[in-house]
Each structure stands twice: as C-alpha cells, then as structure tokens.
C-alpha cells in the first residue's frame, strides 16, 4: 500500500473517531440533536472511506492524498492561529459598590417603609424602574406558586434554611493559634473544601475593592458601613446539574440554584468553624442576604474563571453553570493567581447568551467601562424584570452558553483547543450552533 493511502486512511480514522466519540457523548449527555447530526457525519464518513477503498488507482491514490491534505490543512489553520488571549482589564479606579444598590436588595424595600423612603430618596433614579417591575408578582410567591406548588415550596425551604444559617457564619477564634506555613495552610483548606464536596478552589488576597462598602439587606443593620478586612478570600464553586439547568427557565431551575447555596453554605460555614479552632477570624459569606463582598470578581482574581458576556463568572470547569462560595480570613494562605482563559476571546465571537436571553438584558456590542473595568454590563432591571415573570432565576444564558458543557474528556479537549487557537474558537461558535442549535433545544428536568 502507498504511503498516500496509509496517510489518508489514517487522516480518516482520526476523524471517525471523533465523530463517534462526539455522538457517544451525546448520547449519554441526551443531547439529541447533537447525537443525530454526528452519527450523520460519522456515518457520512464510513461510507466516504469504503468508496475510496473500492476505488480503483490513480483515483484511490488521489482520494486518500487528498482527505490527508485536508487534515493536515485544517491543523495548520488551527495551530498558525495561536490566541492572543484578553482577559478583564482594569482601567481606573475601582470605588467600592454600595449593597443597597444591588438588585436584590433593592426589591426588599417595601413600598411605606423607612428603607424604602431612605433608599428612593438618595437614588430617585431607580424608583421609576423599580416600581414598575414591583408590579409583577415576587419568584416563589402567589400566582408562580400554583403552577407548580411542590417545587417552588421546596426552593422556598431552601432558601429559608439558608436564612437560618446566619447565625453560624462568624465567631470567635481559638486563644491558641496554629503555627503551619502558607503553603500547608493551602493544601489543608483545599483538600477540605474538596472533601466536602468542591474540587474547583482558589484564593486571592481580599481586594477592597470588592468589598461591599454598606450593608443593603439581611440581618445586619441596613446602611451601616461594612468593615471587612481580611486578608484572603477563598473561592470555591460548585457544579449545578446540566439536566436540570437545561430546563430554563422553568422552577427546577431555583429549586437547583438553591441546593447548590445550600451546600455553599455548608462548606463555607464548617470551613470557617475550622479555621477559627486553628485560631484565625473567619466568615462564611452565604447567600440568600449574608455576602459582605462581591463573588464573581473575586473568583476571576483565585484563578477560577473569566467574566464572560453574560454578566457572570465563566468557570474554567463548569463554565457559568456554577454557584460560587466564599470565605474570607486572616489564616495564613498562598494565594494564586488570575489566569487568561481565552474565555473573553471566545465571548467576543460567540454572543449566543444574547441571542437567546428572552429578556434581551445582555449587550450584543463590545466591553464598556464600569466602575474601572472593561466588561460586559447586562441590563440588570431588564433580567430581574424577566425573573419575575417567571417566577424563577431563569438561567436560560447559563444553559445556552457552549462553556457550560459537561466536564469530561471530549468538551475539555475542545475546551483546550479554543483556549489556545482562535480559529479553533471560530469553528466551536460555529460548531456549537450546528449541532447544538442556535437556540438550543430545552429538557424536561429530572425534577418534574
Ligand atoms: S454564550 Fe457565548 S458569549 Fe455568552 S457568555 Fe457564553 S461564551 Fe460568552
Ligand atoms: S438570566 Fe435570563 S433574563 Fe437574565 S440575562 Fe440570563 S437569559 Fe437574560
């Protein structure tokens, strides 16, 4: 056989390969039209390589000469686009953000009430917008609960159960102090947090910016300033299931939303319980109304992720299809440091969260400045708005975004080509339209 047949064949077994990989993984991940159309290719592909074998030479010889130039083309288009890789830029001064004015607390104020008149008096600009979204209905209240009463009460309980978890977030630390480097520090707190149940950790020195600069709701005192100085932060998050958030925006979606804060907050709240018996502060942020800072940044500062286009933390493992825990502390800790993912490259080609957001909160145009720093602002009233009529936290972004497939050997190995080839990321864009679909199919959850 000639060496051009051999090449060829090979070139073709490669490809069959990973079109039968691809449909394998689709079908386990039920991801129906993903397995439809590469069974069609991979199939396609069968037959293409039986015809060149019956061919007879010199045709044979060119056939297979020609699928080997192919792919040999298409890896050097892939590896001669090496990604110039952009991550979040700061460009000024970051001022602290002021709780009261984040959208969750603004939707505790009640119409009459002191916070109320406190809040819309000092910013008149969001009364008209805050009022008019007032006027549909709360997530998990009348008329949204009867339209599927089991779930939303089981979300409810969730978040009541984090409610009561306020008490245990701070305390006070052991007289005596353990004596351990940094770097044991480290291990210990992430082989933790990995046994409790996250092994996609990290830690940052707790920039100040970050810091929420006034209290805005939960049990603390609304307006006091809020004095946070520990010196570390560690990040961690958690994976929600892909087969629910596929549902969005349906109620499985804040029933999955509150299991992972739930065990956020376990995590965070045993971890800090550990920390204070080594003899160093600690305090759980939890979510629900107990966060003294802000996430997302944070988490892109551990090395966790990028903010993508979608207005959130995309992980490097689970893409945004995660929920973050924090602690923060004086322990003595090694921090790491913020990687560049290729993730913004990506968002720039991608905009598929803005084509589906049924809202459309998230921006089609470039990054523009906020409070120093380059990034993607949503329309945050806009999505809140969408929340409440349908009384979830929707998530269909979450789901659409092609970061947010499973974490296992097929997505990661695209995952590394399009974090290090920008041709690689065009194909994955287009790739991830074609068999995923533009507006890619939702799944009845296994909740239901
Ligand atoms: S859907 Fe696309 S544009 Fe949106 S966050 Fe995900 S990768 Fe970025
Ligand atoms: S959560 Fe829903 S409404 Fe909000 S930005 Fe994402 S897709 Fe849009």
Redesign the pocket.
């Known amino acids: 056989m000639n060496i051009l047949i051999i090449a060829g064949a090979v070139s073709l077994i490669i490809l069959i390969c990973f079109f039968f990989l691809f449909a394998l993984y689709s079908l386990l991940e039920k991801e129906k039209r993903a397995f439809w159309r590469s069974s069609i290719v991979f199939l396609f592909l069968i037959i293409i390589s039986i015809i060149f074998f019956l061919a007879e030479a010199p045709l044979k010889n060119w056939l297979f000469g020609t699928a080997f130039i192919l792919l040999i083309l298409d890896l050097v288009i892939l590896v001669l686009s090496p990604l110039k890789r952009k991550s979040t830029e700061i460009v000024g001064g970051q001022n602290k953000v002021d709780e009261r004015d984040v959208i969750f607390a603004r939707f505790e104020y009640m119409e009459g009430a002191e916070t109320y008149e406190e809040y819309y008096g000092r910013r008149p600009e969001y009364k008209k917008i805050d009022d008019e979204i007032r006027k549909f209905p709360d997530i998990l209240s009348h008329p949204h609960l009867e339209k599927n009463l089991l779930l939303s009460a089981l979300a409810s309980a969730e978040f009541d159960f984090l409610e009561h978890q306020l008490t245990q977030v701070s305390g006070r630390e052991s007289r005596e102090k353990s004596q351990l480097p940094p770097s044991e520090n480290t291990r210990i707190i992430k082989k933790i947090i990995k046994y409790l149940g996250s092994d996609h950790c990290g830690i940052c020195l707790l920039n100040q910016a970050y810091v929420y600069s006034h209290v805005g709701r939960g049990p603390e005192h609304y307006s006091e300033e809020i004095k946070l100085e520990h010196k570390y932060a560690i990040v961690f998050a958690l994976e929600m299931d892909l087969g629910i958030v596929a549902s969005?925006?349906k109620e499985p979606v804040i029933v999955e939303t509150g299991r992972k804060y739930v065990e956020a907050a376990k995590i965070s709240i045993i971890v800090t319980n550990f920390i204070r018996r080594l003899g160093y502060p600690a305090r759980a942020h939890i979510a629900g109304s107990n966060y003294q800072a802000m996430l997302p940044p944070l988490a892109w500062l551990a090395g966790l992720g990028e903010l993508g286009r979608?207005?959130i933390l995309i992980t490097s493992k689970f893409g945004p299809r995660a929920r973050l825990g924090l602690i923060t502390t004086d322990l003595p800790l090694v921090a790491d440091k913020s990687k560049k993912l290729g993730i913004q490259n990506f968002c720039q080609k991608c905009k598929k969260?803005a084509k589906?957001?049924?809202?459309?909160?998230?921006p089609y145009e470039e990054k523009v400045e906020e409070n120093g720093v380059m990034r993607w602002v949503?329309?945050r009233e806009?999505?809140?708005?969408?929340?409440r009529k349908?009384g979830t936290?929707?998530?269909?972004?979450?789901y659409?975004c092609p970061y947010s497939k499973s974490d296992n050997a097929f997505h990661n190995f695209i995952r590394i080509m399009a974090q290090n080839s920008s041709a690689a990321q065009s194909l994955s864009v287009w790739a991830d339209d074609f068999f995923y679909g533009r507006i890619p199919l939702r799944r009845k959850s296994p909740l239901r």
């Open positions: 969005a925006p979608l207005g969260c589906n957001c049924p809202a459309q909160a998230i949503i329309n806009e999505c809140y708005k969408f929340w349908a936290d929707c998530a269909v972004c979450i659409v």
